[in-house]
C-alpha cells in the first residue's frame, strides 16, 4: 500500500480508494483487461464511468500500458517499469502481457525531435508456455512430434 501511494504522490496523482483498488486488479497477475472486465471483478457494483476515468488516468501518467486489441476494446495492463516506447506482447491464449526489449536506438533516433503522444508497441500471438501446452496436449493426441503452423 505505501509503494502505491509513493507511486501515486510521484505521478502527481490524488490517492483514491477507487484508484488503488481497481490498481491491484491490474497488479495481481500478468494479463490485460477491459474496462468490462473490471467492472465485473467487481461484480459490477463499481460506476462504470468511474472506472473508465481511472483507467484513463492510471494511463495518462504511465502507471499502467494500455492497448486496443483486435476487436477494438480498449485492454489496459500494469508493468511496474512501463514506458509507451517499449514493446509488449500479449499472449491471446491465457491473456498475459510481457515487455520485450527496447526498441533499437535507431527507431528512437527518428522519433527524438517529434512530439509522440501515443504509440502502441504490441505484438500478439500465443506465448511459449500456452504453445508447449498445446504441442505436448497435441502430440498426446496425435502421437506426432510436429505441431503445422499456418
Known amino acids: 500500500m505505501d509503494s502505491l501511494m509513493l507511486l501515486f504522490r510521484e ?3 490524488k490517492i483514491t480508494k477507487k484508484r488503488i483498488e481497481i490498481l491491484n486488479v491490474l497488479k495481481s497477475n500478468n494479463r490485460s483487461y477491459s474496462a468490462l472486465e473490471i467492472n465485473c471483478h467487481f461484480n459490477y457494483t463499481k460506476n462504470r464511468v468511474t472506472i473508465y476515468r481511472v483507467l484513463a488516468d492510471l494511463h495518462r501518467v504511465d502507471i499502467v500500458g494500455k492497448f486496443i486489441d483486435t476487436e477494438g476494446v480498449a485492454r489496459y495492463y500494469y508493468d511496474a517499469n512501463y514506458s509507451p516506447m517499449v514493446p509488449h506482447f500479449r ?25 509522440v503522444l501515443e504509440s502502441v508497441l504490441l505484438f500478439s500471438g500465443t506465448c511459449r508456455a500456452c504453445l508447449q501446452k498445446s504441442n505436448a496436449s497435441f502430440k498426446k493426441d496425435t502421437g506426432s512430434e510436429t505441431l503445422y503452423r499456418r
Open 11 to 13: 505521478r502527481g496523482l
Open 91 to 115: 499472449c491471446l491464449s491465457c491473456g498475459a502481457v510481457d515487455r520485450m526489449p527496447v526498441l533499437p536506438a535507431s527507431y528512437l533516433e527518428c522519433i527524438k525531435e517529434s512530439a
